[in-house]
């Protein structure tokens, strides 16, 4: 869950140069992105692109061996189609009607190395936001008490880092998740990149997922991102995933990325043995500040096409509606819940960026008839 990044990743960056911004919002339209018209998937592909097949396992079956055309052939079917298609497997592999509500607190705000497109938190933009010092454990368990009191059963803590250095602040994550399991929340972070040793002191502290996303397509990503690869992502995945905790990895749409992009996002992480347990799909929130302010908003048919299809491709996965949410009206999020998004980023802010009103939230979920997940016993 990075903040603008949302739980959306948590690196807290922000993005390449303004050229990059015109770069991309010309190759999105040039190749289907947002704002575009869309690309049928046989156009995509050179042909006829094929469906996904239903497995001897039968339909949600999990796969790791997804194709870009198989993705874009799912993504592009009639609405309805794709919509029946996801929901039929996200009854299969999880409880109807029933929602997670997180929370997501920045601990170390501003000041970020990166220079990530998307991000207010980038040293690199003139955004408003200041570097600001980190909380301390006591703050944080005040808002964790504050979140398990509002509904939330997952707590998760985001730091402007390019990556977790050994020391006095990182010991200080570490007596945060402690506090925070202390209250019996799920605890989650999202502090840039970190290696095994790093993934192993969380894990000893009894933090249960990391937060980083891929945000998109491996070609798209030096469009975005200049200051490392994703690649470097994949590494530290590989770190937390080898120290036994749950993977939190997901995206970012409305970047001026193509479909094709999106499907070969999906693909990457289909592709990761298992799973991960958590993808939160992020539509962009255009921080003024930033290079790609100026890029339009995500259409919502196609924000409810990126969740539908990702259930697809990740039946045993929760998606949660991350950054963004505050530009979807209230009709849109309901058939996204109904696509197989099954949890919510939960509260006014998400690391820095604005968030719908925590009791308007509820008084949706309410008039739907949906339930809010209940704390493990």
């Known amino acids: 869950m990075d903040g603008t990044r949302s739980c959306f990743s948590a690196d807290s960056n922000g993005a ?107 040293a690199h933009y003139e955004t408003g936001v200041g570097r600001q010092p980190m909380l301390s454990v006591e703050q ?4 964790a008490e504050q979140a398990r009191a509002d509904g939330a059963t997952r707590f998760c803590m985001g730091a402007a880092w390019r990556n977790v250095r050994d020391g006095a602040e990182f010991d200080r994550v570490l007596e945060m998740v402690r506090a ?24 000893e502290a009894g933090l249960d997922a990391y937060n980083h996303n891929l945000d998109t397509s491996e070609s798209y990503y030096k469009s975005i991102i200049s200051t490392r690869d994703q690649h470097e992502r994949l590494a530290t995945l590989e770190s937390v ?4 905790v749950q993977v939190c990895s997901g995206g970012i749409i409305g970047m001026g990325e193509s479909l094709q992009d999106r499907a070969s996002m999906l693909v990457a992480l289909a592709a990761l043995d298992p799973h991960p347990e958590s993808v939160p799909i992020n539509a ?23 969740i539908a299809t990702a259930r697809v491709v990740l039946p045993s996965s929760r ?12 009709q849109t999020q309901l058939l996204c819940l109904y696509a197989g998004a099954n949890s919510i980023f939960y509260g006014d802010k998400l690391l820095t960026t604005p968030n719908p009103d925590k009791l308007d939230d509820l008084a949706l979920l309410e008039r739907a008839g949906l339930s809010v997940q209940a704390a493990a016993p």
């Open 16 to 122: 390449g140069a303004p050229a990059a911004c015109a770069g991309a919002a010309a190759r999105g339209a040039a190749s289907g992105g947002c704002g575009s018209a869309r690309i049928s998937g046989a156009e995509a592909s050179g042909g006829a692109a094929p469906l996904p097949s239903e497995t001897a396992e039968g339909p949600g079956a999990l796969r790791h061996d997804w194709t870009i055309p198989e993705v874009r052939a799912l993504h592009d079917l009639p609405l309805f189609e794709l919509v029946d298609r996801a929901r039929d497997v996200h009854r299969r592999h999880h409880r109807s009607g029933e929602v997670q509500l997180c929370r997501l607190l920045s601990v170390k705000t501003g000041g970020c190395p990166e220079d990530c497109a998307y991000c207010p938190q980038s």
């Open 140 to 143: 944080v368990r005040a808002a």
């Open 180 to 203: 925070v399991k202390g209250l019996g929340l799920e605890a989650c972070a999202t502090l840039g990149m970190l290696n095994a040793s790093q993934a192993q002191r969380l894990k």
């Open 241 to 244: 995933r080898a120290a036994g």
């Open 284 to 306: 962009l929130v255009r921080a003024p500040g930033t290079p790609l302010e100026a890029l339009p908003p995500v259409d919502p048919v196609e924000f409810l096409r990126m």
């Open 319 to 330: 998606i949660r509606l991350s950054a963004g949410r505050g530009e979807l009206d209230p």
